[in-house]
């Protein structure tokens, strides 16, 4: 199977950078246009020149360090807008000036106050100027979801007939769905002259939570760019999220026929960078690189991972630079995890004092929900005899060493997770505790038991 080579155009240094509290300065736009050419994304659209000094002043710097990728900048469909990008562009390697124009109803009516037949012609004399400047010109027809499919394709005609090097059909207001958008790229596909000499390129915002999944089908479909962000940083409910989009299509290669050049390694740490510049977190739950994407804390999900993770994560948390899973302590979780990190912390237990372990744990994680490895050294503490089953120094240093990658010895193989230590014989402790149990039959005793 041929796999068609997916653009990424990140748009975080300018759709990303207009969200509320996103802001960055010249130096901050520079640390962060690094890391996406660390990141391997093809284009970087570094600002909108003719906005403020500063960002004309950042496009500037951008362009004449980051070498690599195409730099971007965006202008409104007339002269002075479009000559402020080129001025800030035009130290790049690989310049490109982007010119948008809306093209619905709604917005030729109420915002721009012009006929479809001046917004036709505007279309065509922004990229015929654009490209007196530069060879890579992009444009935008804003608001294209909302806009009469046939007046849409007439516009598409007379940008490329113009000499527009990549077409871009943005989800402005996050309104469409993913089958009307796929419908709609096929529409636009079959009926432009030239549409496959031209890269045609999806832009979708986020407003009914289907920005990554419109911008998937809009692939499917036949577009070969698609712009996106870091966090899914943009205007209101924000931009398709870069890290959704690329892991899609790696994880599920069987479903889509292609591929980007992202280096998926660099995903985390460029997502921590932008959170550390802007000082906006990032929720909890987000995909791919939220705190909590590969956590666990119930006790079925803890014993399958223990067993082996591929029981509950469907990608390595390594191969998007997330250093490990972790297992967290929490009332939901379950014997086969707290004996886990018992061990990692450097006590091993047989099954009858874990249990009553197990018991004044559930009990403080009602109370603190979170029980961390200096609470749980506590309760054993309290506990009658824990001496006699702490592990030897040496040990226990190997182990806290190890506490930090609680499932990382197997991390998505088919084989039992090894243990941190050497057999138990070893060092003079009893054997792996399982095995000593007489009243434990089978595998699926342990994931009742572990729970
Ligand atoms: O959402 C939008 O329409 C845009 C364009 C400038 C591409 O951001
Ligand atoms: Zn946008």
């Known amino acids: 199977m041929e796999r068609a080579r997916i653009r990424v155009f990140d748009t975080t240094l300018r759709d990303g950078e207009q969200s509320p509290g996103c802001s960055m300065n010249v130096q901050e736009k520079l640390r962060m246009a690094h890391q996406l050419d660390r990141l391997g994304v093809d284009v970087i659209e570094a600002g909108f020149p003719i906005a403020s000094e500063g960002d004309f002043a950042a496009v500037q710097a951008i362009a004449a360090v980051v070498r690599r990728p195409i730099i971007a900048g965006l202008a409104r469909a007339c002269t002075l807008d479009i000559e402020r990008v080129w001025h800030a562009v035009r130290g790049a390697a690989r310049p490109r000036i982007h010119v948008v124009l809306a093209t619905s109803d709604i917005h030729l009516k109420h915002k721009l106050r012009i006929s479809r037949q001046q917004c036709l012609q505007q279309a065509a004399e922004s990229v015929r100027k654009a490209r007196t400047f530069c ?186 630079g997330v250093p490990d899973s972790t297992l967290v302590l929490g009332k939901h979780s379950g014997r086969h995890a707290l004996g886990r990190r018992c061990e990692q912390v450097g006590y091993q237990f047989d099954r009858r004092e874990l249990d009553d372990l197990y018991r004044s744990f559930i009990a403080l994680a009602d109370r603190i929900k979170l029980v961390e490895d200096h609470h749980l050294l506590e309760l054993i503490g309290s506990m009658k005899q824990p001496a006699q089953r702490a592990l030897a120094p040496e040990m226990k240093a190997r182990a806290l060493a190890a506490a930090t990658s609680p499932v990382a010895s197997n991390h998505h193989t088919q084989s039992h997770p090894s243990s941190a230590f050497p057999p138990a014989a070893e060092i003079g402790l009893p054997r792996v505790v399982r095995n000593m149990m007489p009243e434990h039959h089978g595998e699926q005793e342990d994931y009742l038991w572990g729970v």
Do not use: W
């Open 135 to 320: 060879s890579d010109v992009e444009f935008s027809l804003e608001d294209a979801t909302r806009t009469d499919p046939e007046f849409l394709c007439q516009v598409v005609q007379a940008v490329v007939d113009a000499g527009a090097t990549t077409v871009n059909i943005p989800d402005t207001v996050g309104y469409t769905t993913p089958a009307e958008f796929g419908e709609l790229i096929q529409t636009i596909c079959q009926r432009v002259r030239g549409i496959e000499n031209v890269v045609l390129s999806v832009h979708c915002h986020n407003d009914l939570g289907l920005a990554v999944a419109n911008s998937l089908a809009g692939i499917a479909a036949g577009a070969r760019q698609v712009e996106c962000s870091i966090n899914g940083i943009g205007e209101r409910a924000g931009n398709a999220s870069l890290e959704e989009i690329v892991m899609a299509m790696r994880v599920r290669s069987d479903k889509f026929a292609c591929h980007t050049e992202v280096v998926t390694e660099q995903l985390y740490p460029t997502s921590q960078m932008l959170s550390d510049i802007t000082g906006v977190a990032v929720q909890p739950n987000k995909a791919i690189i939220g705190r909590n994407a590969f956590a666990h804390e119930s006790g079925i999900h803890q014993d399958g991972m223990l067993k082996n993770p591929l029981t509950y994560e469907i990608m390595t948390p390594q191969s998007v």
